[in-house]
C-alpha cells in the first residue's frame, strides 16, 4: 500500500510542471493528502496540503500564488501544479497521505529546474 507519485523531470527557470500521485482507492476519499519536498542537505518540507473534502488548502509560503494542490476525485489522484519555478524549487518530492490513523509516503518524484 503506497502512493505512487508521477510528473518530475527537468523544467526551465519560470515554467511549470504537474506532479500527480495515485493514491489507493481504498484510502482516497476520507485522507488527507499533502506534498513534502527535501532538496539535498535540507529536511524535508511541508509544500501544499489539502482536506479530505478538498474544501481547505495550505501553502508554505514559499509557493504561495504559485503552486495549486488539488484533488482529481474520479480518479484517486493528487495533483500539483506548479508554475513559475525557479532554482529553489529543485527538490524530490513526496506524496503524503493520512488516512485510517496511518501516514503512508510515496517514493518520490525528482524535480529539477535549470536556469
Known amino acids: 500500500v503506497q502512493p505512487v507519485e508521477s510528473g518530475g523531470g527537468l523544467a526551465q527557470v519560470g515554467g511549470s510542471l504537474t506532479l500527480s500521485c495515485q493514491v489507493p482507492g481504498f484510502l482516497f476519499t476520507y485522507a488527507g493528502l499533502s506534498w513534502h519536498r527535501q532538496a539535498p542537505g535540507k529536511e524535508r518540507e511541508l509544500v501544499a496540503a489539502i482536506t479530505s473534502d478538498g474544501e481547505y488548502t495550505d501553502y508554505a509560503d514559499s509557493v504561495k500564488g504559485r503552486f495549486t494542490i488539488y484533488r482529481d476525485n474520479s480518479h484517486d489522484l493528487l495533483n500539483l501544479q506548479m508554475n513559475s519555478l525557479n532554482p529553489e524549487d529543485a527538490a524530490m518530492y513526496y506524496c503524503?497521505?493520512?488516512?485510517?490513523?496511518?501516514?503512508?509516503w510515496g517514493q518520490g518524484t525528482q524535480v529539477t529546474v535549470s536556469s
Open positions: 503524503c497521505v493520512q488516512a485510517n490513523g496511518a501516514i503512508y
